[in-house]
């Protein structure tokens, strides 16, 4: 049995026909990326040396990449160990690299670039419309790849979003500059699932950007614009949430806006900035009034 034969073994199971619509789609672009190293390779001949090597490959498009390949990688061989097809899982033996913690935070004007050049052209606009999802809503970008229509609510401006990472639930409102522009994108893709799908269908059928593709094209858009070439779009979450901290929101209500369920995971959002002292001592001079 190969990779791909364990796989489709797999997809076929409870465990995979449980998983959310967008956790199997990023299952399955990530198994075609694992096919594609692996080609005809028997599960049973794997070695730990050939997995380790690949993952090395991998890493040179990127770490995240390589971890989330490993991470489905591993839960198809765990069940191929589980059904007897193997006995072991050499990606198991993997140590997978820490992705460096960044801390990049975009200033408004640049947020308003990036959004008139995408909007400009029809090619960008998916890219920005996820782009300023995020940023508005202080969310993680793959969460807004995958964004269906079942998720907005245009008569109450509202949207639901149960956040892959950790399954947070929240509860969003949608500015009128956002639901002009949702409206306008329902008008042109409403007729199928997602949101913010590539622009042109493949095979017929309009997908999300893939991970990859997502990370591909906005490094693209950036240099275009351009912007500083350290900028990623994943950084427009962090950004949200910074200018929430700096504008005095109380923990909790940006808890309850990011799913945060730790105020130890919003720290790193904390910068010392001039907004944010200068806030801090204006109300402590106000109150001395």
């Given at each position: 049995m190969d990779l791909k034969r364990l796989a489709e073994d797999y997809k076929n199971s409870l465990e995979y026909r449980e998983l959310r619509d967008e956790t199997k789609v990023h299952y399955d672009y990530m198994l075609r990326c694992l096919f594609t190293s692996f080609k005809k390779s028997s599960v049973k001949s794997l070695t730990s040396k050939q997995c380790k090597l690949a993952y090395d490959k991998w890493c040179e498009r990127g770490i995240s990449f390589a971890n989330h390949i490993v991470a489905v990688a591993n839960v198809v061989m765990n069940y191929g160990v589980r059904m007897e097809h193997v006995d072991t899982n050499p990606f198991a033996t993997i140590k997978k690299r820490s992705v460096k913690s960044r801390s990049v935070?975009?200033?408004?004007?640049?947020?308003?670039?990036?959004?008139?050049?995408?909007?400009?052209?029809?090619?960008?606009?998916?890219?920005?419309?996820?782009?300023?999802m995020a940023y508005e809503w202080c969310q993680?970008?793959?969460?807004?790849?995958?964004?269906?229509?079942d998720a907005i609510d245009f008569d109450k401006q509202r949207c639901y979003i149960q956040q892959s990472k950790r399954r947070a639930e929240v509860f969003l409102p949608i500015s009128d500059e956002l639901t002009?522009?949702?409206?306008?994108?329902?008008?042109?893709?409403?007729?199928?699932?997602?949101?913010?799908?590539?622009?042109?269908?493949?095979?017929?059928?309009?997908?999300?950007?893939?991970?990859?593709?997502?990370?591909l094209y906005s490094k693209q858009l950036i240099r275009l614009i351009p912007l500083p070439e350290d900028f990623r779009l994943s950084d427009l979450r962090r950004t949200g949430t910074t200018?929430?901290?700096?504008?005095?929101?109380?923990?909790?209500?940006?808890?309850?806006?990011?799913?945060?369920?730790?105020?130890?995971?919003?720290?790193?959002?904390?910068?010392?900035?001039?907004?944010?002292?200068?806030?801090?001592?204006?109300?402590?001079?106000?109150?001395?009034?």
């Open positions: 935070v975009w200033q408004p004007d640049d947020v308003r670039k990036l959004l008139d050049y995408a909007y400009s052209d029809f090619k960008w606009r998916n890219i920005g419309l996820i782009a300023q993680r970008i793959g969460d807004m790849r995958v964004l269906t229509w002009e522009m949702l409206t306008q994108q329902e008008q042109d893709f409403g007729f199928q699932k997602y949101v913010a799908p590539r622009p042109n269908p493949i095979n017929g059928k309009y997908i999300p950007y893939s991970m990859y593709k997502m990370s200018e929430m901290v700096e504008a005095g929101v109380g923990m909790a209500q940006i808890m309850s806006v990011t799913g945060h369920a730790n105020p130890q995971s919003v720290k790193p959002y904390i910068k010392n900035t001039y907004d944010s002292a200068n806030y801090a001592l204006t109300a402590r001079r106000n109150r001395d009034i």
